[in-house]
């Protein structure tokens, strides 16, 4: 008995040049042609949501064509007493969408929008005493809010007010023997909380605390002959999984120890060439999500025509120039 | 069909009214669905109810949601009041219909703590959002709440109360819970490949619920033994074996005073599926049920021997499954720090254990011979336990007498020995592919930490 290896194939006619124009004008349409059972399915992430339409636009040089009045205001109403931001407005504020909210604003270079001090408080009082962070006031603890935390008060200029080195220690307790991460101590490594991770220990200038050969191993180890790239072993390659191992990868100074044509390949295979947009995989329905991940992925693939991609934040260079924040990277 | 506001209001309230009503009527419904139908046919309730099936006829859903949606947004904005029986009603739909809404599962938060719904219903309500939604994560970390809710009424109680009684019906009461969410992971697990939200929620339940328990990690160990076998891609089913065999070894190679290790097979219903298959039995038991004598380094010694042993039974019988090789990975390099910290090598080199109590091995070195098919025989006849260059101390040496196999299994010159047979007599690519992979993985990552 053998098994079958969990792949696709891309076929030959599969699309190979990047379709810019087409992605900015599915990005520059979606959400006015939705109905209205579409939108409240999805409206629990709508601050995310606008963050990978926003961040995608600004990486195609697109960004003037999105309303940025109107999204300034939305953000504005999100804001909640306690300085937290939620995903829409009457929802309940996240750490997630609290991130969304501040990487608009640092796009838009808007952030006197909101009241930035009171979303240093809301994001101090999540810390635990063992150092991680909830989610929200109801305690949920994953090394992604360790990460929405860091991110969010670093594009704030804010790190101090936290413990940045029981923050650190919580994270470094989520290392698996293989070098990965998982979202509490115990738990599987996964390549979105690797992200999380790498990108955390990068914005508090402790990467040398990574094994990054043994880790570089791992990330690598989830290319597949498709050159797509899946975020545990045995599940399918992704657009999405593409970015966050390749983003970790650069994050460790391990990019080239991937096959990069192959993985631009697959990636390209993933777009839409009719509606615009990427899918999570060849022939399969594109979303904004996916067509930030595939356009940043080839942007960390040196894509000249898209702008240079942040690995850390996944935002453009030129917006972190201009916050004046530059994460580490190991070279 | 409905079309007009005032027809979709009638026609929602009395879809809310339809679904709340089949719980109370029906307390045992297990699963939810939805029932692909594009129109309204005859004139009937869209909820439909079969032998503890409930669902949802496809039409209305389009109606349905944003309805209660929107409904619970304005009572959340504070435009529009709702009792608390109607937020009960109107957060069941929308979950049912959507789970990841996250501010629907706060509001029933809000309800639980002040006392209007019973926890025990939302453990009841996740369970069935997760039999159409097995990764929904807000439906998980719901139910992580919930559980902590309830643990802290808990130990409320017990602060409050010094009866016997009450605080063994409470440590029931806790056992039921933990069996209850392993048996709602597993039915996500089947339902959803590598679903990592379950088993990550499975390894949080052991690790707030029964920490030091030693005999629940055990049974745990125990039942998803076949789960995995019958699974040799999930990964995360195996990561959650790698899991629970670390726990139970750091327990277990603790010092004796702190828990006993005989509290752990006092039961005898999980022996028979903890015995490796391929062992003949003399004696119809394995040294392993003698462990109620304490013998805790022998069941460190036969958990790591059975893992490899199920490992390698998985890895010739299904040939090319990265998640194989990777459970190999981890269960060696568990072996391989376990054994620096507690077999310490004086030389540096890999350690040889020899098997002494020979006499007891029965069967069981034959299996081990023919793992590595040209294991060197002398490795397991009578002699003194060595570890190449230091002696194990002399209780330990007691300890040991019945006789461990597994040293001679797990060196690193077996594993090659291992790697070499697959890729001898191995056809498919991937599984050659995967072997080399491990054997690269040995040469660099194990070579140089020894």
Redesign the interface.
């Known amino acids: 008995?053998?098994?079958q290896?969990?792949d696709v194939i891309i076929k030959p006619d599969a699309s190979s040049s990047l379709l810019l124009d087409k992605h900015a004008d599915y990005i520059a349409a979606y959400g006015s042609k939705k109905?209205?059972?579409e939108?409240?399915?999805s409206?629990?992430?709508r601050m995310s949501g606008i963050y990978w339409g926003l961040t995608v636009m600004d990486l195609m040089g697109q960004l003037q064509r999105m309303n940025q009045q109107e999204i300034i205001d939305f953000i504005k109403a999100c804001q909640h007493e306690c300085g937290g931001i939620?995903?829409s407005?009457?929802?309940?504020p996240?750490l997630l969408y609290t991130l969304s909210a501040v990487q608009i604003l640092c796009l838009y270079d808007s952030l006197d929008a909101i009241d930035v001090d009171k979303v240093v408080v809301y994001v101090k009082g999540l810390q635990q005493e063992d150092g991680s962070f909830a989610?929200d006031k109801?305690?949920?603890i994953d090394t992604r809010f360790s990460f929405c935390a860091v991110a969010t008060l670093a594009l704030l200029g804010k790190m101090d007010a936290i413990n940045v080195d029981k923050a650190v220690e919580f994270v470094l307790s989520c290392m698996n023997?293989?070098g990965g991460f998982?979202?509490?101590?115990?738990?599987?490594s996964?390549a979105g909380q690797i992200y999380c991770c790498t990108g955390f220990l990068s914005l508090t200038g402790q990467l040398h605390q990574l094994n990054a050969d043994?880790l570089g191993?791992w990330l690598c180890?989830r290319q597949l002959p498709s050159g797509g790239l899946n975020g545990?072993?045995?599940?399918l390659p992704d657009v999405c999984y593409s970015w966050w191992v390749l983003a970790s990868l650069k994050i460790i100074g391990r990019i080239h120890w991937i096959d990069k044509a192959k993985l631009r390949r697959f990636i390209l295979a993933c777009q839409d060439e009719e509606t615009g947009g990427f899918a999570d995989r060849p022939g399969d329905m594109v979303d904004p999500f996916h067509t930030l991940f595939g356009v940043a992925g080839l942007s960390l693939l040196g894509d000249e025509q898209i702008k240079p991609v942040n690995p850390v934040l996944c935002m453009p260079e030129d917006v972190l120039q201009r916050v004046g924040l530059q994460p580490d990277l190991l070279s | 069909m409905a079309e007009s506001k005032e027809e979709v209001e009638v026609l929602v309230q009395r879809v809310v009214k339809d679904i709340s009503s089949a719980f109370k009527r029906h307390p045992n419904i297990d699963e939810i669905g939805l029932i692909q139908c594009p129109e309204a046919r005859y004139n009937r309730s869209p909820i439909v109810l079969v032998e503890n099936k409930l669902g949802v006829e496809s039409w209305c859903v389009k109606f349905l949601l944003p309805y209660v949606h929107n409904k619970l947004l304005f009572y959340r904005q504070r435009k529009h009041w709702l009792d608390s029986e109607a937020l009960v009603d109107i957060t069941c739909t929308l979950l049912l219909l959507n789970p990841d809404f996250t501010t629907a599962w706060n509001v029933r938060k809000e309800l639980v703590q002040c006392g209007v719904l019973n926890p025990e219903r939302d453990l009841y309500l996740s369970k069935l959002a997760l039999t159409k939604f097995p990764k929904s994560p807000e439906t998980w970390i719901h139910r992580r709440w919930v559980l902590q809710h309830i643990l802290h009424q808990f130990s409320a109680v017990v602060h409050k109360t010094q009866q016997q009684v009450e605080a063994e019906l409470l440590s029931n009461h806790r056992d039921r819970l933990i069996h209850q969410e392993m048996k709602v992971c597993s039915d996500a697990a089947c339902r959803y490949p590598s679903n990592y939200n379950a088993w990550s929620h499975r390894i949080w339940v052991l690790q707030h619920m029964a920490m030091g328990n030693i005999k629940v990690f055990h049974d745990e160990l125990s039942s998803v033994h076949l789960w995995v076998s019958m699974h040799v891609s999930d990964h995360s089913g195996f990561h959650y074996r790698q899991f629970l065999l670390k726990e139970l070894i750091t327990e277990l190679s603790q010092s004796p005073s702190s828990a006993s290790a005989s509290t752990i097979f006092c039961s005898s219903q999980h022996q028979s599926s903890i015995v490796p298959r391929s062992i003949p039995q003399a004696n119809g038991e394995l040294p392993l049920a003698d462990s109620a004598s304490g013998d805790r380094l022998t069941t460190v010694l036969e958990l790591f021997y059975q893992e490899t042993e199920l490992c390698s039974d998985l890895i010739q019988s299904f040939p090319g499954h990265e998640t194989l090789w990777s459970h190999r990975r981890h269960v060696y390099y568990l072996w391989h720090q376990w054994k620096k910290d507690h077999l310490p090598c004086s030389d540096g080199r890999e350690s040889k254990l020899k098997l002494l109590g020979a006499s007891d091995l029965g069967g069981i070195k034959q299996t081990c011979v023919s793992q590595g098919e040209s294991v060197e025989r002398n490795r397991h006849v009578s002699g003194p336990m060595e570890v190449d260059g230091a002696s194990l101390p002399d209780h330990d040496s007691k300890r040991l007498r019945r006789g461990i196999l597994l040293p001679c299994l797990l060196t690193l010159q077996n594993e090659h020995i291992f790697v070499n047979s697959i890729l001898n007599s191995c056809s498919n690519p991937e599984q050659k592919n995967f072997a080399l992979a491990y054997k690269n993985w040995l040469d660099t990552v194990i070579s140089v930490q020894i």
């Not at chain 1, 407005?89 to 309940?92: F, N, Q, S, V, W």
């Open positions: 008995m053998s098994a290896l969990k109905d209205d059972y939108y409240t399915l409206e629990y992430l939620s995903a407005i009457g929802h309940d996240h989610g109801w305690g949920e023997f293989d998982g979202c509490r101590p115990g738990s599987e996964h043994l191993w180890e545990r072993p045995e599940k």
